[in-house]
T-cell receptor
Framework: QQQVKQSPQSLIVQKGGISIINCAYE??????FPWYQQFPGKGPALLIA?????SEKKEGRFTISFNKSAKQFSLHIMDSQPGDSATYFC?????????????FGTGTRLTIIP | GAVVSQHPSWVICKSGTSVKIECRSL??????MFWYRQFPKQSLMLMAT?????????EQGVEKDKFLINHASLTLSTLTVTSAHPEDSSFYIC???????????FGPGTRLTVL
């Protein structure tokens, strides 16, 4: 079974700091890699996504770095704010003639402290 | 972004009863809807994929006779947990997308508690 490993499990960052969450995958068949943000009691919401032919993508304070050879990718949150406190999931998506599958990482609970 | 709703947001039922959860795409037509299950402090696990008008495709280990999925229209999919047991207690989340390769939009989830 394809897996996506995510670390750390939990992370505490001071306001204004940089939050870094890492993911690694085992199979090269994935088509793109999204990151999701989930608040308690809510469904996940797409933050940012990257294709494997791109090494970095930035949207506002959020940046994905992608290392294809190492099969790793990471989310950087710059100038972290208390409102960023949530659980973050990386994911890997395979597109296969209508059979799309989204495999989630194990999640990182991020807490931004004042 | 597009909006996906779920109903109910939470439900408590007795063991042995059946529970139906609805997933609706409010402002777009969803050719495909997905159902996930999330246990506390764990990741989302895909249960099944349903395309409008056809039978759902279940992931390995998910009992299709226990988790009945119907995708009768382009805006509605339902998940029925039949003969629910306490171990079925979980957070059930649906998502919907317009077409392959497009973003999946997630619903807010339904928390099921089976007593």
């Amino acid at each position: 079974q394809q897996q996506v490993k995510q670390s750390p499990q939990s992370l505490i960052v001071q306001k204004g700091g940089i939050s870094i969450i890492n993911c690694a995958y085992e199979n090269t068949a994935f088509d793109y890699f999204p990151w999701y943000q989930q608040f308690p009691g809510k469904g996940p919401a797409l933050l940012i996504a990257i294709r494997p032919d791109v090494s970095e993508k930035k949207e506002g304070r959020f940046t994905i770095s992608f290392n294809k050879s190492a099969k790793q990718f990471s989310l950087h949150i710059m100038d972290s704010q208390p409102g960023d406190s949530a659980t973050y999931f990386c994911a890997a998506v395979t597109l296969n003639f209508g059979n799309e599958k989204l495999t989630f990482g194990t999640g990182t609970r991020l807490t931004i402290i004042p | 972004g597009a909006v996906v709703s779920q109903h109910p947001s939470w439900v408590i039922c007795k063991s042995g009863t059946s529970v139906k959860i609805e997933c609706r795409s409010l402002d777009f037509q969803a050719t495909t809807m997905f159902w996930y299950r999330q246990f506390p402090k764990q990741s989302l696990m895909l249960m099944a994929t349903s395309n409008e008008g056809s039978k759902a495709t279940y992931e390995q280990g998910v009992e299709k006779d226990k988790f009945l999925i119907n995708h009768a229209s382009l805006t509605l999919s339902t998940l029925t947990v039949t003969s629910a047991h306490p171990e079925d207690s979980s957070f059930y989340i649906c998502s919907a997308r317009v077409a392959e390769g497009n973003e999946q939009f997630f619903g807010p989830g339904t928390r099921l508690t089976v007593l």
